[in-house]
Nanobody, 127 residues
């Protein structure tokens, strides 16, 4: 059973930064780093969950929706089974619960999907 645990959320002032981490466990030999992408979604209050960033398995290339492209950077460390989301210049509209996800495909594509989800970590941007 794959489990994903996010960390790093919290309260930050506008213009600040946070780095989210997500650690995966329970990944079997059939679920090798070559055949799954890791992604971040977020769900703001009163809105639907949206996929915001994804990182490929094979070339580690990151993909982003336009609204976060200039602010966020996704990366992964397969040796540690961790995916990160560096978030800079955070604004109140970035307030949301951020979810880590794994999708069993080799390359990111939109719309993002997920086979496994974490429980989420809350990011609040407020002065």
């Amino acid at each position: 059973q794959v489990q994903l645990v996010e960390s790093g959320g919290g309260l930050v002032q506008p213009g600040g930064s946070l780095r989210l981490s997500c650690t995966a466990s329970g990944i079997t030999l059939d679920f090798t780093p070559d055949n799954y992408v890791m992604a971040w979604f977020r769900q703001a209050p009163g809105k639907e969950r949206e996929g915001i960033a994804c990182v490929n398995s094979k070339d580690l290339r990151g993909y982003y929706i336009d609204s976060v492209k200039a602010q966020f950077t996704i990366s992964r460390d397969d040796a540690k089974k961790v995916v990160y989301l560096q978030m800079n210049n955070l604004q109140p509209e970035d307030t949301a619960v951020y979810y880590c996800a794994i999708w069993s495909t080799s390359y990111c594509q939109y719309p993002l999907r997920a086979d496994y989800w974490g429980k989420g970590t809350l990011v609040t941007v407020s002065s």
